[in-house]
Nanobody, 123 residues
């Protein structure tokens, strides 16, 4: 099992940027593909983006393409989500997740989850 802790959330105006971080412990994240998900009030948790074990492959939801970038540093056991040009509809709790093997877009394929960090984008 790997433990995940997200940080970096907060309040930002529309058009602004935030960088979320996910710190892992217990196991090296090089064993895992990593994903970012988000859950807005009253909505289901949805895929934002994912990165393969060594960063060679990335996948993004359409809503994130061109604005969000996922990166990882296996030596530091961290994963980041850089979010630019934020919109009010990006307001949600953002979760980091880890899974064996490749990137996936569905929540049930991820075995390990953080507790989430809240992002609020004001208009």
């Amino acid at each position: 099992q790997v433990q995940l802790v997200e940080s970096g959330g907060g309040l930002v105006q529309a058009g602004g940027s935030l960088r979320l971080s996910c710190a892992a412990s217990g196991r090296t994240i090089s064993s895992y593909a990593m994903g970012w998900f988000r859950q807005a009030p009253g909505k289901e948790r949805e895929f934002v983006g994912g990165i393969s074990r060594y960063g060679t492959n990335r996948d993004y939801a359409d809503s994130a393409k061109g604005r969000f970038t996922i990166s990882r540093d296996n030596a530091k056991n961290t994963v980041s989500l850089q979010m630019n040009n934020l919109r009010p509809e990006d307001t949600a709790v953002y979760y980091c997740a880890a899974k064996q093997r490749g990137i996936a877009r569905t929540t049930d394929e991820y075995e390990n989850w953080g507790q989430g960090t809240r992002v609020t984008v004001s208009s």
